[in-house]
């Protein structure tokens, strides 16, 4: 009888683990999520803006990564075909993780810490007809 509930509590013991091991904590989620938001990474060429060619997707926000080397003063420009539409930089996440916006379609500001940051692009929450179709957008260091 001893060796049954012995063998027992090692099974259930284990099957917790196994249990615990399956189960992504809701932080896990978030990294996955970052992870899977993030569309372009790019470690910009001295005096060279970075430029990318974009397609927004109706209700999706788009992520996109870039790093400074130095402390730099930056300039950030969206645009669209027709020059309107619900369409803004959103956030900016910094590379100690604050975060700062809503902004409109440019940004200037001196960036002093060195790092990767993440700017998020997509429609105001608070104006109708959201914006799909293609966007560029420029980050400019100097």
Known sequence: MKILTKNCVHLLGVSLL???GCHSSQSDKNVETVVKDVMEYEVPAK??????QRNKVLGEKDTISFEIQEPSFVKMTLSTPSDSGNIRINQLRMPDGEMDGPFGKTYEARFDQVGTYQVIIAESMMAENPYTGDYRFRIEME
């Open 18 to 20: 196994i249990a615990a």
């Open 47 to 52: 005096n060279k803006p970075l430029e990318f």
